[in-house]
T-cell receptor, first 115, second 115 residues
Framework: GENVEQHPSTLSVQEGDSAVIKCTYSDSASNYFPWYKQELGKRPQLIIDIRSNVGEKKDQRIAVTLNKTAKHFSLHITETQPEDSAVYFC??????????????FGGGTRVLVKP | DAGVIQSPRHEVTEMGQEVTLRCKPISGHDYLFWYRQTMMRGLELLIYFNNNVPIDDSGMPEDRFSAKMPNASFSTLKIQPSEPRDSAVYFCASNGDRAATGELFFGEGSRLTVL
């Protein structure tokens, strides 16, 4: 089955700096790569996703890049703000049409933005 | 829609007792997932259903765990007998082909503590 590795496990940045989280996956058939943000005591929520026919996607201060050849994808947060402090999870799946988008999650990255 | 609804939000029980967690997916979603979250193991998929039928239960830890989905609007996850190592947050999530986005919608979670 799919295995998703995520690094680093914790990340501390100064407000205004950038944060980068990296993930690798093992299943070459995976084609959907979402990122979820989980604030303390809350549920995980989707913040951005990318499909395998796209190399990069951006939404305001967050962007995701995908390298299918190397089987890795990354989340970039620019101009970090205190409200970006949370745990971020990457995930991979074979897509909605295959098994209802069964997601395998990485281990999570705890991001702390220091004011 | 009110989103995915889980109950109870918190459950404290003693080792050996039966625990039942409940989930109501978003109306119209035909996939339902049960995840378990712990510090050590992150977000683990336990089981998922499509149109009320269990598709993959390979993540269920052992025979003490069972899950049912008697209809499209209700699912249960049961642990009998419970053990301290079952302490975790259990999330239910749903999505469906009609959503067409791949986004997994999580409930608020059920925090289980087994003493």
């Amino acid at each position: 089955g799919e295995n998703v590795e995520q690094h680093p496990s914790t990340l501390s940045v100064q407000e205004g700096d950038s944060a980068v989280i990296k993930c690798t996956y093992s299943d070459s058939a995976s084609n959907y790569f979402p990122w979820y943000k989980q604030e303390l005591g809350k549920r995980p929520q989707l913040i951005i996703d990318i499909r395998s026919n796209v190399g990069e996607k951006k939404d305001q201060r967050i962007a995701v890049t995908l390298n299918k050849t190397a089987k890795h994808f990354s989340l970039h947060i620019t101009e970090t703000q205190p409200e970006d402090s949370a745990v971020y999870f990457c995930a991979a799946s074979r897509g909605l049409r295959a098994a209802g988008n069964k997601l395998t999650f990485g281990g999570g990255t705890r991001v702390l933005v220091k004011p | 829609d009110a989103g995915v609804i889980q109950s109870p939000r918190h459950e404290v029980t003693e080792m050996g007792q039966e625990v039942t967690l409940r989930c109501k997916p978003i109306s119209g979603h035909d996939y339902l997932f049960w995840y378990r979250q712990t510090m050590m193991r992150g977000l683990e998929l336990l089981i998922y259903f499509n149109n009320n039928v269990p598709i993959d239960d390979s993540g269920m830890p052992e025979d003490r765990f069972s899950a049912k989905m008697p209809n499209a609007s209700f699912s249960t996850l049961k642990i009998q007998p419970s053990e301290p190592r079952d302490s975790a947050v259990y999330f239910c999530a749903s999505n469906g082909d009609r959503a067409a986005t791949g986004e997994l919608f999580f409930g608020e979670g059920s925090r289980l503590t087994v003493l």
